[in-house]
C-alpha cells in the first residue's frame, strides 16, 4: 500500500502548493476556491495531476505533486482550477510486468471518475505503456499529445424542473434499441447541427416517431465515453458501437453538439429530460465487462497505470503458496475482464450505476455480457457481490435491470438463471422465431412456448414472462431486411477479411442474395419481415425492436458493422427505398398489444379457465379448427398454429382487485411456403369476429370472420383476429 512520508517546511509563514483536499468523492471536485482530485493508485509511488492550458494543439501541462495519501487514494486540492480545464494523472512505481504492475509516469492517466471527457485516442507507438519493439521494458515516450483528458465539470445545479421518471411497468414496456448518432446523422427534419448528437434525439422529429410507431423506451448503445482499438485505428476506421469504454461516468463527448468541455453532460441532461416528458424512459447499454485498455498488449490509458493488478482478473491455476502469475483472465473476447470480486473495482461499477440513475435520471441499465460481471472468483454466482450489492442497493433495485446473460467462457451461457429483479435478453426466443419462419422447426412445441413467454427459463423461480426481453434482431447481427435477403455474411468493408461476425444468421434469401428488382422476392421479403415482427410484437414477454427495423433498414448484409460510421449503419430516413407498410403494421401490431392488457398478461397462461365455466386462457388451435392434441404436439412437420387468447375475464385483476375484461383474440401463423386452409373454431370462438391485424392479402384488416369458418392463408402470413 502507498504511503508518502511528509516533507520538511523551509520556512516560516510557508503555503503548500497542493493543499491536502480529501479522499472524497474519487474524482475532480470543483470548487471556486480549490479544486479537489482524489484518485486511487495503491501501489504508486507518486502521483501527479496534470493540468493543460489550451495554448493550441494539446496545450501546456503543469504537474502537481499529490502529497497526500490514505489507504491507497491519492488526493490534493489545487486553487484557482477553472472549470472546463483539462487534466490527466501520471502514476510512477514499480515496472513489473511479471507482477501485475505496469507504472509509467510517461503515460497520461484518465481519472477514472471524470465526468467529462476531452479529445480521442489516437494511435502512436507512445500510448503503450511497454517498448513495441523490446515489450519487456518500459517505455519512455511520452503519451499525452495521444490520448483523451478529463475535464473538470463545474456543476451548479441542472434545472430538472418537473422531470418525472415514466416508471412504466415491465409488461406495459416496448423497448427501441438506438445508436445516438445512427439515429439522426441522416434526418432531414432534425437540424443538420444537431444530427448524430445527444440534442438531436430530443428533437420533436424524432420522439413523435418513436410515440407514433408506439415504443416506450430507448435503449441506447454506449453512451459512456469509449475508444476505439488500436488494431482497428491502424486500419484507418473508428469504433462506432462503443462497446470499449474508457470513462465510466462520462457521456461520450462524440455525441455533443455543445463540445466536450463539460457540455456534454448538460446536453445529455437536457435530451433525458425531453424523453421523459414525452413519457418515453432512457435505458443505457453499459459495458462494465472490459475496458479499452485490452490486453496486457494493449495500450496503457487508465486503470493499467493505477492498478493493473486489482482492477483485472487474472488466470487462476496456481497452487497455494505460487507467485503471482500475471496472465489476463479474458472471458469478454476483448482482452481482460474487470474484476469486480475486487472491492474498488465492484465500487467504481456500483458509484458509476449511482450517479447515472441519481444525476443524470436515466431509467435502466442493459448490462453486457453480464455473465462476466456475476462472478464469485472466476465461478458464475448469481449472489455475487455485484447482483447482491445491486439488489440491496435501495436506488437500483427500482430501475430496469437487464442482462444479457453469457460472455464468451464455455461456462457463461446462464439464460433463465437471472435472480428477480432481472430480465434477459432471450435469444432463444430469437433463435426459435427466425428459424420458424423460415420453416426450420420441428413441429410447434418450443414455437409456442416462446410466444407465450419462455415458461421453461423463467417460471420455475417465480419470475413472470416479463422476464424474457424478446427480440429478433439486435445491433450485432443482420438487420431484418438483411435476415430476409442475404444467407451469408458481407463483412469485407470492415477490414478483417470477411472473418468476422457470426456464420450462423438463421436467415434466407428467397432464392437471390442481396437486393433484387424481382417484386415477388421483394413482396416476399417484406412479408416475412412483417411476420417477424409481428410475432414479437404479440408474444408474450417485451419486446424490443432494432431501430430501423421497421422501415427496411440494411446494412449490405454486413453483420458486424462494428467498425461503420457511415451510411452502412446509419438510418435512411428517405421514404424512396424504405418499408413503409412493415412500419404501418408494426405500428398496428404495437397498438394492439397497448389498448389490449390480454396481449401483454402479467400471469403466466394456465390452460385453464379463468372463471368458473369459461373458456381456458391460452388454447392452442389446430389448423382443423380443433384444440390442439397430443398427437399434434408431437407432428414435427406442422408449421401452422393458431393461438387463441381470451380476455374475458383476464386472470390478473386490476389495481383495485376488481375484474378485467378484453377482447379475445386468435392469431394464425402461417409459415408454410404455400397457401393452406384453416378453420375458425366454433366451440371455443362463439361470436362473429374481424381482422385487426394481416399480412395475407386474401384477408385484410377488417374482414369479417365467423364461427366455423374456413380461411385460406397465403403462404408465410400472419391473421390476427379479434372477437367481437
Known sequence: MSR?????????????????????????????????FAVRAPEATGVWVCLFDDDGGVGTETRHPLTEVSLGIWHGAIPGVAAGTRYG????????????????VDKLLLDPYARAISGDLAYDRSIFGFDVRSPGRRSHLDSAAYVPKGVVVHD??????????????????????????????????????????????ATPAVIDYLLDLGVTAVELLPVQQFTSEPHVLRRGMANYWGYNTIGFFAPHG??????????????????????????????????????????VRGPTLSFRGLDDRGFYHRVDHRAPGDPFEDMYWDITGCGNTVNTSDPFALRLVLDSLRYWTSQMHVDGFRFDLASALSRSGHAVDMASPLMIAIGQDPTLRHVKLIAEPWDVSADGYRVGEFPPPWVEWNDQYRDTVRDFWRGHTNGIRTVATRLAGSSDLYADDGRSPYASVNFVTAHDGFTLRDLVSY??????????????????????????????????????????????????????????????????????????????????????????????DVYEITKAALR???????????????GRP??????????????????????DWADNELSVVGMLVTGDPLRSPGPRGEQQWDSSFLIWLNAEPDAVKVTMPSGVWTRDGEVVVSTCPQHPVGTDVSPGESLTLDGRTVVVVRER
Open 487 to 580: 444467407e451469408d455474411k458481407h463483412n469485407d468493408a470492415n477490414g478483417e477479411g470477411n472473418q468476422d461476425g457470426s456464420y450462423l444468421n438463421r436467415s434466407q434469401n428467397f432464392g437471390v442474395e442481396g437486393e433484387t428488382d424481382d417484386a415477388e422476392i421483394a413482396a416476399l421479403r417484406r412479408r416475412t419481415a412483417a411476420n417477424l415482427l409481428v410475432t414479437l410484437c404479440l408474444s408474450n414477454g417485451v419486446p424490443m425492436i432494432t431501430a430501423g427495423d421497421e422501415r427496411g433498414r440494411t446494412q449490405g448484409g454486413n453483420n458486424n458493422p462494428y467498425v461503420q460510421d457511415n451510411q452502412t449503419s446509419w438510418i435512411d430516413w428517405r421514404p424512396d427505398d424504405a418499408w413503409l
Open 4 to 36: 508518502v512520508t511528509p516533507g520538511t517546511w523551509r520556512h516560516p509563514g510557508e503555503t503548500a502548493p497542493v493543499w491536502p483536499g480529501r479522499t472524497w468523492p474519487l474524482g475532480a471536485s470543483y470548487d471556486a476556491e480549490a479544486t479537489n
Open 89 to 104: 494523472y501520471r502514476a510512477d512505481g514499480p515496472w513489473a510486468p511479471e507482477m501485475g504492475l505496469r507504472f509509467n
Open 592 to 606: 394492439l398489444r397497448r389498448e389490449h392488457p390480454a396481449l401483454r398478461q402479467r400471469h403466466w397462461f394456465e
Open 610 to 631: 379463468t372463471i368458473v365455466g369459461g373458456r381456458k386462457d391460452l388454447i392452442w388451435v389446430h389448423p382443423e379448427g380443433r384444440e390442439m392434441t397430443g398427437d
Open 254 to 295: 462524440g455525441y455533443s453538439s455543445a463540445g466536450d468541455r463539460g457540455g456534454q453532460v448538460r446536453e445529455f441532461r437536457e435530451m433525458v429530460r425531453a424523453f421523459h416528458a414525452a413519457g418515453l424512459e432512457v435505458i443505457l447499454d453499459v459495458v462494465y465487462n472490459h475496458t479499452a485498455e485490452g490486453d
Open 156 to 201: 451548479p445545479g441542472f434545472d430538472w424542473g418537473d422531470d418525472r421518471r415514466p416508471y412504466t411497468r415491465w409488461r406495459d414496456t416496448v423497448i427501441y434499441e438506438l445508436h445516438v448518432k445512427g439515429m439522426t446523422a441522416l434526418h432531414d427534419r432534425v437540424p443538420e447541427h444537431l444530427r448524430g448528437t445527444y440534442a438531436g434525439l
